[in-house]
């Protein structure tokens, strides 16, 4: 029988589980969300989490700022894992969290907890590099589909991974969903981890063209993700008078400041992920929800960088694994080599269509500090993750008018 407090300890600590371990805790996490719905109650006062992906250290730092579980109930967007150099500890640590304390944590699904997208963005190739086989990617992966699909925090403020979806009109068509499955590429399911808000939508519609599109498939378009579907304020706005909610919170969408609000305040995007990829030079923050569902976005920074290892002194088993528990890791540098320089490669494009959107004359807004809170669409925000369904290729682009610039990079 796996000890859950000792590997609480030891994902602290950054110890790598043995193989066996992992396998046991996965087996023990899929039993507890099997309990579980596709819609998770929530009561507040809790604290939102967006996108994390695998910065470890950076989980670390929200613990420090606002507590650790079960301190504090926590509820997780999705994306833990890919781009970052420690996906597996941080996926690790959290779903031993889950297992610990289940009603005081809640895992929702994003897009990258999903076989294929982490096949090609970094979690594969770790699991391989630090273990030595694809053992620990196939049970965590099997775990990924056990994940709920959204939240509802004292039913008022619904909490998603993406957005909505022109098939879901309810909340509780989302819990008639068969979620224990690979991330589809198209259909509700998907839409809930891959859509994204979009201003523009808001905006009026001159041409009978666009009146007919509206009338037809209401406030929502096709997303150039590749997945999913862009949606505006007038669906919003149906959405949460059906539903009898106030508010969406929902991440997915690198935001430079560390937050974005829309819609007059009724859609909220939390990014937690500060520096990007080490290079971005985002802020972060998380979405702490008061008794009375007063929302205080706390943004923060990176970890300092004394308080983090740099991967690259790491062995072959993965940096602070030798002590874990007989981990097998022996090195893969190869793919360790491949995985960077297809790292590197993603964000050396983001870069050159943030400098050829600059050169366009665009006013870009993508800046780094501290947002005013409550100030509607004032965060420039960046799309992330790997194009979903038919495969949005390589590339980037811009798009935005006067003040609601947004840069948008699709992979």
Same mark, same amino acid.
């Given at each position: 029988?796996?000890?859950?407090?000792?590997?609480?300890?030891?994902?602290?600590?950054?110890?790598?589980?043995?193989?066996?371990?992992?396998?046991?805790?996965?087996?023990?996490?899929?039993?507890?969300?099997?309990?579980?719905?596709?819609?998770?109650?929530?009561?507040?006062?809790?604290?939102?989490?967006?996108?994390?992906?695998?910065?470890? @250290?950076?989980?670390?730092?929200? #613990?420090?700022?606002?507590?650790?579980?079960?301190?504090?109930? #926590?509820?997780?967007?999705?994306?833990?894992?890919?781009?970052?150099?420690?996906?597996?500890?941080?996926?690790?640590?959290?779903?031993?969290?889950?297992?610990?304390?289940?009603?005081?944590?809640?895992?929702?699904?994003?897009?990258?907890?999903?076989?294929?997208?982490?096949?090609? @963005?970094?979690?594969?190739?770790?699991?391989?590099?630090?273990?030595?086989?694809?053992?620990?990617?196939?049970?965590?992966?099997?775990?990924?589909? @056990?994940?709920?699909?959204?939240?509802?925090?004292?039913?008022?403020?619904?909490?998603?991974?993406?957005?909505?979806?022109?098939?879901?009109?309810?909340?509780?068509?989302?819990?008639?969903?068969? *979620?224990?499955?690979?991330?589809?590429?198209?259909?509700?399911?998907?839409?809930?981890?891959?859509?994204?808000?979009?201003?523009?939508?808001?905006?009026?519609?001159?041409?009978?063209?666009?009146?007919?599109?509206?009338?037809?498939?209401?406030?929502?378009?096709?997303?150039?993700?590749?997945?999913?579907?862009?949606?505006?304020?007038?669906?919003?706005?149906?959405?949460?008078?059906?539903?009898?909610?106030?508010?969406?919170?929902?991440?997915?969408?690198?935001?430079?400041?560390?937050?974005?609000?829309?819609?007059?305040?009724?859609?909220?995007?939390?990014?937690?992920?500060?520096?990007?990829?080490?290079?971005?030079?985002?802020?972060?923050?998380?979405?702490?929800?008061?008794?009375?569902?007063? *929302?205080?976005?706390?943004?923060?920074?990176?970890?300092?960088?004394?308080?983090?290892?740099?991967?690259?002194?790491?062995?072959?088993?993965?940096?602070?694994?030798?002590?874990?528990?007989?981990?097998?890791?022996?090195?893969?540098?190869?793919?360790?080599?491949?995985?960077?320089?297809?790292?590197?490669?993603?964000?050396?494009?983001? #870069?050159?269509?943030?400098?050829?959107?600059?050169?366009?004359?665009?006013?870009?807004?993508?800046?780094?500090?501290?947002?005013?809170?409550?100030?509607?669409?004032?965060?420039?925000?960046?799309?992330?993750?790997?194009?979903?369904?038919?495969?949005?290729?390589?590339?980037?682009?811009?798009?935005?008018?006067?003040?609601?610039?947004?840069?948008?990079? #699709?992979?």
């Amino acid at each position: 029988m796996v000890n859950v407090d000792l590997c609480i300890d030891m994902c602290y600590a950054r110890q790598l589980l043995s193989e066996a371990a992992v396998r046991e805790l996965c087996e023990k996490a899929k039993e507890v969300l099997l309990a579980e719905g596709n819609v998770r109650r929530v009561d507040s006062p809790c604290t939102i989490v967006g996108d994390v992906h695998g910065q470890f @250290y950076d989980v670390l730092e929200i #613990f420090r700022i606002t507590g650790k579980c079960p301190d504090v109930n #926590f509820v997780f967007l999705g994306d833990y894992v890919d781009r970052g150099f420690f996906s597996v500890e941080t996926i690790l640590l959290l779903l031993c969290l889950k297992i610990r304390w289940p009603h005081r944590i809640t895992l929702i699904r994003g897009n990258h907890e999903s076989r294929a997208v982490t096949q090609t @963005y970094g979690f594969y190739a770790e699991c391989m590099r630090k273990y030595g086989n694809s053992n620990v990617w196939t049970y965590i992966t099997d775990f990924f589909d @056990y994940l709920v699909l959204a939240a509802v925090i004292d039913d008022a403020i619904f909490c998603v991974h993406g957005g909505l979806s022109p098939s879901i009109h309810t909340v509780d068509q989302i819990k008639m969903i068969d *979620r224990f499955k690979e991330l589809p590429h198209e259909g509700p399911m998907a839409d809930l981890v891959w859509s994204d808000p979009s201003p523009s939508l808001s905006e009026d519609r001159s041409s009978y063209q666009q009146q007919q599109q509206q009338q037809l498939h209401g406030d929502f378009q096709i997303s150039p993700r590749g997945a999913g579907y862009l949606f505006g304020k007038q669906v919003t706005t149906h959405f949460l008078h059906l539903n009898d909610l106030g508010h969406i919170c929902r991440a997915h969408q690198l935001c430079m400041e560390g937050y974005q609000i829309l819609f007059d305040d009724l859609v909220s995007t939390v990014w937690s992920a500060p520096n990007y990829c080490y290079r971005a030079g985002n802020m972060a923050s998380v979405l702490q929800i008061g008794e009375g569902l007063e *929302r205080f976005f706390n943004v923060f920074g990176p970890c300092p960088d004394d308080a983090r290892e740099s991967p690259n002194r790491d062995g072959g088993g993965g940096g602070g694994g030798g002590g874990g528990g007989g981990s097998s890791g022996s090195g893969g540098a190869n793919s360790s080599q491949a995985g960077q320089d297809t790292d590197d490669h993603e964000i050396a494009q983001f #870069f050159l269509a943030l400098m050829e959107h600059q050169r366009n004359g665009g006013r870009n807004r993508a800046r780094s500090g501290r947002g005013g809170h409550g100030r509607d669409s004032n965060s420039a925000s960046v799309d992330t993750g790997g194009g979903g369904g038919g495969g949005a290729g390589g590339g980037a682009s811009a798009s935005g008018k006067g003040d609601d610039v947004v840069l948008k990079f #699709f992979l």
